[in-house]
């Protein structure tokens, strides 16, 4: 799956163009590169964003196409 729709799906970022924009202004890695929007994420990746206040960063564990809002939690795990 892309990056840009995991963030959405996982609810991480509240719409699909804020994940583009975001990838495309460097402020997101997976396993420690820049990634463009298109990037494919998959299980075990490490995802970090960058905000304005600090980072969030996690672990991928699934990729589903469609979750539910109270399932979302369950795609990834934050790491200290």
């Not at 699934?62 to 990834?76: G, I």
């Amino acid at each position: 799956m892309r990056i840009d729709k995991f963030l959405k799906v996982s609810r991480i970022l509240k719409r699909r163009t804020v994940a583009q924009e975001a990838c495309s202004a460097g402020k997101v890695t997976v396993n420690g590169r820049e990634a463009k929007p298109s990037h494919e994420v998959k299980e075990g990746d490490i995802v970090e964003i960058l905000y304005a206040s600090g980072t969030l960063k996690f672990k991928v564990l699934a990729v589903k196409e469609v979750v539910k809002k109270d399932d979302a939690q369950s795609l990834y795990e934050v790491l200290a």
